[in-house]
């Protein structure tokens, strides 16, 4: 005898229609299972972006600015030569959709892409993204959906130290600014000639 009373249930075999009310501890549950990531398909090509200048690999400090319509990403660079480190400004074309987080350098072979030859401290754009095509499977429930506009989307992956951005958006410009440039127009007084009250 088990040692229950009458209609007692352990939780192994206290069912719900065919469902058990116990998780499946069987399965082996990944740190990459979370919504928050995408995963990879068979088609998914990581192509470094090699006009943009390598992140410092100790200390890039990047910063986002996000908004609805609005996407940046500022990153420090080592300079070239005698010129000193540089302030690396890219503005990201009709942004659609962005993440930042996990991994960094350390646990970087986990991220889904690692294995097609994403790595740290670049940047990179996916070919035929699995997380395009992701995005659009979501808006296809839009009563007024349309592909069209998924067509002109680009997957970008820029991995620094400490943390791993991605985007969604048509495209990027970027600028290249000596970072003494960037510290002194941050410290001014009035920058932009701003009105002071």
């Not at 095509?133 to 130290?161: A, I, N, T």
Request: charged letters at 20%.
């Amino acid at each position: 005898m088990n040692g229950l009373k009458g209609g007692q249930q352990t939780a192994a075999t206290s069912k719900l229609g065919n469902q058990s009310l116990v998780p499946n501890s069987s399965r082996r549950r990944s740190p990459l299972d979370s919504p928050a990531m995408y995963k990879v398909g068979r088609r998914d090509k990581v192509v470094p972006l090699t006009s943009l200048p390598q992140s410092d690999t100790q200390a890039p400090r990047p910063l986002v600015v996000a908004s609805d319509n609005v996407l940046r990403i500022a990153y420090i660079s080592p300079g070239i030569g005698q010129d000193g480190d540089v302030m690396v400004r890219v503005t990201f074309n009709l942004p659609h959709a962005h993440m930042v987080g996990p991994p960094n350098d350390e646990t970087f072979s986990r991220h889904p892409l690692a294995r097609r030859g994403l790595e740290p401290y670049g940047a990179f754009e996916i070919e035929h993204s699995s997380w395009i095509r992701q995005l659009k499977r979501m808006s296809s429930v839009h009563s007024r959906y349309s592909p069209e506009p998924f067509e002109w989307l680009r997957h970008y992956v820029f991995s620094f130290r400490d943390t791993t951005f991605e985007c969604v958006a048509h495209g990027f410009d970027y600028e290249i600014e000596p970072l003494s440039d960037t510290v002194a127009s941050a410290t001014e007084e009035n920058p932009g000639g701003a009105q002071e009250r």
